[in-house]
C-alpha cells in the first residue's frame, strides 16, 4: 500500500535556541551516557522506541555495521531511565564542521505521556552542543539538526518546536507503507 511520507528537517544554530524542560515533577529520572559502545543495546533501544512508529532503516544492518556505529567517535547514546528502566533515549551523530545530528531520539510506549520527553530531548540537546567538551579533537559545536516525519509520533514536532528548533526543510514523498516490526519480529502481527 502507498502512502505519503513528509519528513520535515529543523535546526537549531546557536545553544541560546535551546528552551529546555525541566524534568517532571515525581519521577525518579536520570540520564545517563551509554559509556560501552554496544550494538545489543543500541539495537535494543531503537527497536524498542522505534517499533510501534516503523522504524526500519536500521533493522537490516548486520552487527559489525551497527557497532561501527556506536564506536564512530564523538557518536553518543543518552538514555533515560526511570526507577531504573530504561525509558527512551537520544543518539547523537557527529558530522563535519562542528554540526551534530540528532539521529535518533524517543520513548519506549510504556513511558509515553509522562513528561519524560521534553526532559529528555532538553538534556540530549545540551550534549549535543557540549560534545567537544567529551571529545578534544572535535570542533565546538556549531549547528544540532534532526529530522522527523509524518510516521513519527503525534507529539514529536511540537516537543522539537517547543525546544526550540526551526524547520529548515520538507520533503514528501509517496513510499510503500513500512511494515510496523514491533521490538521483535511478529509482535504486532
Known amino acids: 500500500m502507498s502512502i505519503t511520507l513528509t519528513t520535515w528537517s529543523l535546526e537549531q544554530t546557536s545553544p541560546s535556541d535551546l528552551n529546555p524542560v525541566a524534568p517532571p515533577e515525581g519521577v525518579d529520572l536520570r540520564i545517563e551516557r551509554a559509556g560501552v559502545p554496544s550494538a545489543e543495546f543500541s539495537r535494543f533501544l531503537y527497536t524498542a522506541v522505534g517499533g ?5 532503516d536500521r533493522l537490516s544492518l548486520t552487527y559489525p555495521q551497527w557497532q561501527a556505529i556506536v564506536e564512530k567517535p564523538g557518536a553518543e547514546i543518552w538514555v533515560a ?5 530504561p525509558a527512551g533515549y537520544v543518539e547523537l551523530d557527529p558530522q563535519d564542521d562542528g554540526v551534530v545530528e540528532i539521529v535518533y531520539f524517543g520513548l519506549i510506549p510504556a513511558f509515553r505521556g509522562r513528561r519524560i520527553g521534553g526532559r529528555l530531548l532538553s538534556y540530549g540537546v545540551e550534549r549535543a552542543w557540549d560534545l567537544a567538551e567529551r571529545w578534544p579533537d572535535r570542533a565546538p559545536t556549531k549547528r544540532v539538526w534532526l529530522h522527523t516525519c509524518s510516521l513519527d509520533g503525534p507529539h514529536a514536532m511540537a516537543n522539537y518546536e517547543r525546544r526550540g528548533f526551526r524547520l529548515f526543510d520538507t520533503k514528501t514523498e509517496e513510499i510503500t507503507e513500512p511494515a510496523n516490526p514491533g521490538p521483535w519480529p511478529g509482535a504486532y502481527a
Do not use: S
Not at 52 to 56: E, G, L
Open 81 to 85: 531511565y526511570e526507577n531504573g528502566t
Open 52 to 56: 510501534d512508529i516503523r522504524w526500519t
